[in-house]
C-alpha cells in the first residue's frame, strides 16, 4: 500500500486514533488529493494500472469547470459543481475497488471510460460562452444528454474506440433519475454494473457529503431556475427532501441492484475500516434533518452551521429564502 501523505490523508494505524467519519480520509476539497486517492486504488486492483488517459481527462474537466476550457464558461451551478463531480470520481473509484475484491474482473480500458463517464456525467450543466440567460441550472432537464454528447465529442477527439465511447454514454445515462433500466441496451454485463456503479456513486456521493443538508439549498435554487416540482420555499424544500432519502435507498437497492455492498470491501482493505461510511452519513443527515424540523423555531439559518454555505446562500439569493 502506497504511503499517505499527512497533508491529504490518514494512514490506517492513524485512523485508530480520530473519529471514523468519511470526511477525515481524504482532502475532499482537494481536486489533486481526490486524484491521488483513486490512483491509490486503481493501483490496488492492478499495480501497472496505467493513469495517464484518466489524468487527462481529469484535467481537462477540472478546467471545464473553471472556465478555462474553450468555448465554454465557468461552471456557476452551486450544487452540481466540481466538488461534486470530484466526489463522485472518488466513489465510483471505490466502488470498482471493492468490486473486483469480491471477485468481478474488468479490463483497464473499461474501468477507465467508466470513470471518465463519471467525470463528465454533469458536464452538461456548463453553459457555452455564448449562452448569456441565466446559469446552467436550466439544463437540469437535459443535463444528461449534453453530457453524453460532450463525453462523446472528447473521446473521438482522443480517438477512442466507438465501443467505449459508447459504453460511457450508457453508463452515464444511468445517473438520470428518470431511466427505466429495462430499456437500456448495455453493450455488455460488465458495462451494465459500471452503469449502475454509477448511479450509485451518483447518490451516495452527494448524499453523504458533510454538507449535504447545508447544499440542498443550494439545489433548491438550481430547481427554482430549472423548473424541477413545485416547492415554495427552503423550507418547503428540505421537508420534502426527507422523502428522497427514502426514495434513495430504495433506488440503491432495487434499481441499482444494491451495488453499494462493494463499499463494505473497499473500506476494510484501503482503510481497515468494517464499515461503509457513505451509509453511515446519509443515515446520519437524515436523521439531523428529521430531528431539526421538527423544531418550532426552525430555520436553515438557525441549524444549518457547516462551512458557511447558508451565509454563501442568502449572499446569492437574498435574505427571505424564497
Request: charged fraction near 25%.
Amino acid at each position: 500500500m502506497p504511503g499517505c501523505k499527512a497533508s491529504e490523508a490518514l494512514c490506517p494505524g492513524e485512523r485508530m486514533m480520530t473519529e471514523t467519519q468519511l470526511a477525515n480520509l481524504v482532502r475532499m476539497d482537494s481536486p489533486e488529493a481526490v486524484f491521488e486517492e483513486v490512483v491509490t486504488s486503481l493501483k490496488m486492483i492492478l499495480p501497472s494500472f496505467e493513469s495517464t488517459p484518466l489524468h487527462e481527462a481529469f484535467e481537462t474537466v477540472v478546467r471545464l469547470f473553471r472556465g478555462q476550457y474553450p468555448g465554454y464558461k465557468a461552471c456557476n451551478t452551486q450544487y452540481h459543481n466540481l466538488r461534486h463531480t470530484t466526489d463522485d470520481f472518488l466513489a465510483m473509484a471505490r466502488l470498482i475497488h471493492g468490486s473486483t475484491l469480491q471477485g468481478h474482473v474488468f479490463s483497464p480500458s473499461l474501468i477507465t471510460i467508466a470513470l471518465i463517464a463519471t467525470l463528465f456525467h454533469d458536464v452538461g450543466y456548463i453553459q457555452e460562452t455564448e449562452d448569456g440567460e441565466g446559469t446552467g441550472a436550466k439544463y437540469t432537464i437535459g443535463h444528461v444528454q449534453r453530457s453524453m454528447d460532450f463525453l462523446e465529442e472528447y473521446g473521438r477527439g482522443k480517438g477512442l474506440p466507438d465501443q467505449e465511447i459508447h459504453a460511457g454514454r450508457t453508463m452515464i445515462l444511468c445517473t438520470e433519475l428518470g431511466t427505466d433500466f429495462s430499456r437500456i441496451r448495455f453493450p455488455s454485463k460488465e458495462v451494465e454494473l459500471l452503469g449502475r456503479m454509477l448511479g450509485t456513486a451518483d447518490l451516495l456521493a452527494q448524499m453523504a457529503d458533510r454538507t449535504y443538508l447545508e447544499k440542498l439549498l443550494f439545489l433548491y435554487y438550481e430547481f427554482k431556475e430549472g423548473r424541477i416540482g413545485d416547492y415554495e420555499s427552503e423550507e418547503d424544500f428540505l421537508r420534502k427532501s426527507i422523502s428522497f432519502f427514502e426514495f434513495a435507498k430504495d433506488r440503491l437497492k432495487n434499481t441499482l441492484g444494491g451495488v453499494d455492498r462493494f463499499m463494505l470491501s473497499h473500506f476494510a482493505h484501503r482503510w481497515g475500516i468494517h464499515t461503509d461510511l457513505y451509509r453511515e452519513s446519509m443515515d446520519r443527515h437524515h436523521m439531523y434533518l428529521e430531528e431539526i424540523l421538527q423544531k418550532p423555531d426552525f430555520t436553515p439559518d438557525s441549524y444549518l452551521k457547516r462551512d458557511g454555505i447558508v451565509k454563501k446562500v442568502r449572499a446569492l439569493y437574498g435574505p427571505n429564502g424564497r
